[in-house]
């Protein structure tokens, strides 16, 4: 698998989303998904139009904006997809219960390692391959993102159809086709999570600035 990941990325790596997508498709049939965080529905609808019923996973957190929630419902009534809620072990109350509330405030690393990357990993055991919204202009540390990489972590084939895409290739895919986005990219969210660790970004400033701001923290660990 790690092989077919490494040849895939170098043979896609100037090919369209649609392409990559194709491959994935044709290559491992119904054990691959999509993760989305349902800031907009771009990756989900390009795969819904090569795969209709694909399984679009979502992780609820138990701390998403309302817009958010909004979002996954409105993808799931109106593309031909499969979406799949996911949720932590524990809910937010008994998380409190037991590591004291506000764990984000005090230890974010161990707050995304319970609500996100077990709930993800546990459910990416059924998947070989998994797509993404990543971009390498998402930040610095997303600069290498390939668009067909081998996740070592998960030994999963992880698929970024849009990773060499821009901005503006995003926003004319969503003028276009009408995609469906989370409502707080209109109110000056340019990155959106959970809403603990997440803030509107001023003008000139990255995308992912407003996410865990005033911390070294840039990722939730399932990158
Ligand atoms: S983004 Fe914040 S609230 Fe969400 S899981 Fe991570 S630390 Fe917890």
Redesign the pocket.
């Known amino acids: 698998m790690e092989q077919l990941a490494l040849t895939a990325g170098r043979e896609l790596e100037h090919a369209t989303a649609e392409e990559i997508l194709t491959w994935a498709s044709e290559t491992f049939g119904a054990r691959w998904c999509v993760t989305s965080s349902m800031e907009d529905a771009v990756v989900a609808h390009l795969a819904s139009r090569v795969q209709p019923g694909i399984d679009v996973v979502f992780l609820d ?1 138990g ?1 998403h904006f309302a817009e958010t929630i909004g979002t996954r419902d409105a993808v799931a009534a109106v593309y031909p997809v499969n979406v799949i809620t996911l949720t932590p072990r524990q809910t937010v109350a008994e998380q409190d219960a037991e590591y004291g509330p506000r ?2 405030d005090r230890d ?1 690393d161990l ?2 390692a ?3 990357v077990a709930p993800l990993a546990t459910s990416l055991e059924g998947y070989d391959a998994w797509a993404t919204g990543l971009r390498r202009d998402d930040s610095p540390e997303r600069a290498d993102t390939p668009v067909v990489g081998w996740d070592a972590k998960k030994r999963k084939i992880k698929i970024s159809p849009i990773a060499r895409w821009d901005q503006d290739q995003v926003d004319a895919y969503i003028l276009e086709h009408g995609v469906l986005t989370n409502p707080l990219l209109m109110d000056g969210y340019a990155s959106i ?2 809403e ?2 997440t803030r509107r970004v001023a003008p000139g400033e990255d995308a992912r600035a407003g996410r ?1 701001a005033g911390r070294a923290k840039t990722e ?1 660990g399932i990158h």
């Open positions: 957190t701390y764990l984000h974010p707050c995304c319970l609500r996100k999570g959970c603990p660790c865990w939730c």
